[in-house]
């Protein structure tokens, strides 16, 4: 077993702006009294129904609301996960009774002193949001970060800590979980990636440049030790928290596996930083995330991988790849999927709206004028939102592939073990030797178990004019075949070699030419790697 990684830059562990964590008693008593008042996502879903959970989920709390009030005043459900709901997912303010009712074990003095909550009038609110989360791999957690936009006044603080976003939890269905001994959690906010890192890594290290924010991932470690298999008292040997900006914290560390949902968002520069350390990295631009992208392989052990999400400026009169396909070397494997493409416009909305920063008329009109004014000195005319892999590839490996691909539909989540199963595919290609299809003659191919065939054709016509394969799974991609390519996937039943189908397409389709074959079997390599075939066992 490797040794744990050296310390780097360490932090204040008592931040008086996030959660205390250095009692685990309180700690403690504070998951029993969670526990026992079932404050977890199906807990949630059985008190406020179905309906009025989701509505809370898109940011429309009234029926929840609703719900609690009835149950409360009839007296129809358990007094604690109505309080727990009031006070963390609706903002609403309580008195000393219905929370010492609430947390009989840890009290409104833990509470307090954890600095969960604080004075409002002559009753309490909370000071944080603390939210159940359901995770794939380690049950039911909770997870803290700073109150979010719905109960707070005016546009968030500069150092506001996000809680579990659409973005985070993108990234942590789309990772690619094999064993790895080491992992680097790069901007780990509050901590949620760490969570799952955990059960597939022997030792994370996770950065920060905001003391604030590791404060907060700190306390929501502790308070789920149990679940996580974490010791509370020797948290290192599991975890290392790092203070600092980008790949300062591990400089001359290398690591298995490197995940990030960094601070992409591109903002127009005020005194040149940036004006929300969760989302804003302080560069022009794109700059965060092509800085990043070609420093990653520089921390990467041989074989090892790198999975984030990034922004990307699309240029006039350039394709969403023209110049994100210079930011990687030559000799990385590289994987981009774009999920989405805004125009400057819509961009502008989207985080002016995501910071509140639409509450204040006057600086909403000023800061609007800025992204756009930023986006035209560069001729920006599309914000480009996707995830990229990319590997450092192991000594010997014959070669190395750049892909880039738009997929813009609902996907099938989680994502990783298909964005695993398509590498596998690819390094499987690779070790065939040659190139273009030129290795699979010998071996015996199956349609993939998702993979459907429509056709279509005008009324009256003999043969189809259209042939697409379909995916029901994965990116749930969809491709043209020609009629060559039909023919041949009809016959992919592990019965015959790729080499002998192709040989009897040909005859059959009277094609004699010497590039015949090689043509067709590129085009079913290409099948393989997206996934429609599969090497037969």
Not at 58 to 68: F, I, K, N, Y
Not at 114 to 123: F, K, N, S, W, Y
Not at 150 to 170: E, K, Y
Not at 219 to 225: D, K, P, Q, S
Request: include cysteine; charged fraction near 20%; hydrophobic fraction near 40%.
């Amino acid at each position: 077993m490797s040794a744990q990684p050296e310390a780097g830059p360490t932090f204040d562990d008592d931040v008086p702006t996030a959660p205390a964590g250095r009692d685990p008693k309180l700690l403690a008593a504070l998951a029993a009294d969670l526990a026992a008042a079932e404050y977890t996502v199906d807990g949630v879903d059985a008190l406020l129904g179905l309906d009025a959970s989701a509505a809370l989920g898109r940011g429309h709390p009234v029926s929840a609301l609703l719900r609690c009030r009835s149950e409360l005043e009839a007296g129809r459900a358990p007094q604690a996960p109505v309080v727990a709901v009031l006070l963390w997912l609706l903002g609403q303010e309580l008195t000393e009774d219905q929370l010492g009712s609430a947390f009989p074990i840890l009290t409104v003095s833990g509470l307090t002193d954890l600095r969960l909550i604080e004075r409002a009038g002559t009753g309490w609110r909370a000071a944080v949001e603390l939210r159940p989360y359901a995770s794939d791999v380690s049950g039911n957690l909770w997870v803290a970060s700073d109150v979010g936009a719905a109960h707070r006044q005016g546009a968030l603080p500069s150092d506001h800590v996000l809680g579990i976003g659409g973005a985070s939890l993108t990234l942590a269905q789309s990772i690619i979980r094999d064993p790895v001994d080491t992992a680097l959690d790069l901007g780990t906010g509050c901590g949620i990636q760490v969570f799952h890192l955990l059960s597939h890594a022997r030792h994370v290290t996770a950065t920060d440049i905001s003391e604030h924010a590791l404060a907060f991932a700190r306390f929501n470690l502790l308070l789920n030790a149990d679940a996580l298999a974490i010791d509370p008292a020797h948290l290192e040997g599991r975890v290392s928290l790092r203070l600092g900006s980008m790949l300062e914290p591990v400089a001359d560390e290398v690591f298995d596996l490197v995940v990030s949902n960094p601070p992409f968002v591109i903002t127009p520069r005020r005194n040149g930083g940036g004006r929300y350390t969760y989302r804003d990295g302080g560069l022009a631009g794109d700059d965060v995330v092509s800085s990043l992208i070609r420093a990653l392989p520089g921390i990467l052990k041989p074989g090892g991988t790198a999975q984030l999400l990034g922004n990307w400026e699309v240029t006039s009169g350039e394709h969403w790849d023209g110049r994100l396909s210079g930011w990687f070397p030559d000799d990385v494997d590289a994987w981009v999927i774009q999920r989405e493409q805004l125009s400057p416009v819509q961009y502008a909305e989207t985080w002016l709206r995501d910071a509140a920063e639409d509450r204040e008329p006057e600086s909403y009109l000023e800061r609007y004028r800025e992204y756009l004014t930023d986006f035209g000195s560069r001729s920006v005319e599309g914000i480009g939102f996707g995830m990229v892999w990319l590997r450092r590839p192991a000594v010997g490996r014959p070669r190395t592939v750049h892909r880039f691909e738009e997929v813009t539909h609902e996907v099938e989540q989680p994502l990783g073990p298909n964005l695993g199963a398509a590498v596998e595919r690819w390094d499987w290609t690779a070790a065939l030797g040659g190139t273009s299809g030129a290795g699979l003659g010998a071996r015996y191919l199956l349609v993939a178990d998702d993979v459907t065939e429509e056709r279509h054709q005008r009324p009256g016509a003999e043969h189809p004019g259209v042939i697409l394969l379909r995916q029901g799974g994965g990116l749930r991609r969809t491709t043209l075949l020609s009629t060559e390519l039909a023919g041949f996937v009809s016959a992919c039943d592990g019965e015959l070699t790729a080499g002998q189908i192709a040989g009897a397409v040909g005859a059959l389709l009277q094609r004699s030419e010497d590039g015949f074959v090689p043509s067709l079997l590129a085009g079913v390599e290409q099948l393989v790697i997206e996934g429609f075939l599969i090497p037969a066992p």
